[in-house]
């Protein structure tokens, strides 16, 4: 066999063997679509978590000043007028001799906002308690209250 012939079944050889071990266009394109319909499926159950996680946090936060405050009842006789409001968890309104320090700073919503406290309550409870949520805005249909 000629010399020029070996060379061209060598090069052939390597092309095909090359060939083998890259990828279509076809196939890039499939894996995309595969990968597009896949983030398609993960992404919208993922979407709104966070918002989630916001507002049970706030619930849990809440219940952890619900309980404070009654706490605070407790020890003081009366529940924190509406002006002393969430602040007398952390420092003492006046000169309450069985007050103790509940929390170690004023809590925030998950929103960075003051929780709204009003006492007495608007329907005979002892005190209102809940967040604005998302909105930032008393009486909307996003507040937060215990159930």
Known sequence: MSESIMQWN??????RSLGARAF?????LLVMVIIAILAGIVVPRFAGQGEKARQKA???DLSNIKTAMATFEVENGRF??????VAALVTNPGNLTNWSKLFDKVPSD????????RSPGANGDDFDLYC??????DGNSDNIHLP
């Open 10 to 15: 060598v090069s052939q050889r390597r092309m």
């Open 80 to 85: 924190p007028s509406t002006d002393e409001g």
């Open 58 to 60: 706030a619930l849990q």
């Open 24 to 28: 279509t266009l076809i196939e890039l």
């Open 110 to 117: 998950p929103w960075g906002r003051p929780y709204i406290y």
């Open 132 to 137: 604005t949520g998302t909105s930032g805005q």
